[in-house]
């Protein structure tokens, strides 16, 4: 579906551009002291693991999306096989309007 194209590609851009911030900061490596220090090389260090946790949970909210999609795929197929079961054992005579003879 679109929306899965469109996510699918979107969490691919998110981890790019966590490592892309993280290659921005770089002139900013020892620019740092005390907690903004350990903070800004908490983050460096743990730039993979922050991209591959987001592109994971962007994964299963990819998984719920295709689960949806199917889902409705599936309900809609079912209700038009259902309808068109339905509508051959039904009398449509009684919906018929003659002209009115006066």
Known sequence: ST????????????GALVRELAQAAEPLQGKFNGAGRAAFDRFKSETDRIA??????????????????RSFTEGDAQMADETRASEGSTSF????FGSAKA
């Open 52 to 69: 591959v946790d987001l592109n994971g949970a962007l994964g299963a909210v990819l998984t719920g999306i295709s689960g949806m999609d």
């Open 3 to 14: 929306l899965t194209r469109r996510t699918s590609s979107s969490g691919e851009d998110l």
């Open 93 to 96: 005579d009684a919906a018929r």
